[in-house]
């Protein structure tokens, strides 16, 4: 991982199935669960939970090899905001930009990078953003 590195993943569509089978195991919450008890909300219908929303961001970003090239392990995830729900039906993609990359203080031959990511509705509104701090090994230069 650089500092400057780039990519925009491929899109996914989010189906209402999918959105209440998460709900089910990780944030029942009524308005994840039933189109029908989120009418009743400031929703108006389904949503998405934001940690379904930050799970499809990673997901898309291990799928396409960005976060995994060369990944140990996830250290930190920083000023993550919950910008817009997850709509049933939404077409969405992630966006990753490499902030900064520098050595580990503990272990050099490693690194340590800071990525901007993002989760966007195709021609709608951002619904997640992070940063991700992140532990690689294998630096060649930074």
Request: charged share 20%; net charge neutral.
């Amino acid at each position: 991982m650089r500092a400057g590195d780039h990519l925009k993943t491929e899109a996914l569509v989010i189906s209402s199935d999918e959105i209440i089978a998460f709900a089910k195991l990780w944030d029942p919450q009524p308005f994840h669960l039933s189109d029908e008890a989120a009418k009743q909300t400031p929703f108006g219908g389904l949503v998405g939970s934001g940690l379904q929303s930050l799970c499809i961001m990673v997901k898309l970003g291990v799928e396409a090899g960005f976060l995994t090239k060369d990944a140990i392990a996830g250290l930190a995830i920083e000023n993550l905001r919950f910008r817009s729900p997850l709509k049933p039906l939404a077409r969405v993609y992630a966006e990753f930009s490499a902030k900064s990359a520098r050595p580990s203080s503990k272990n050099p031959s490693r690194i340590i990078a800071t990525i901007a990511a993002g989760l966007y509705e195709e021609n709608g509104p951002t619904i997640v953003t992070a940063d991700l701090v992140n532990l690689y090994s294998n630096p060649t230069k930074i």
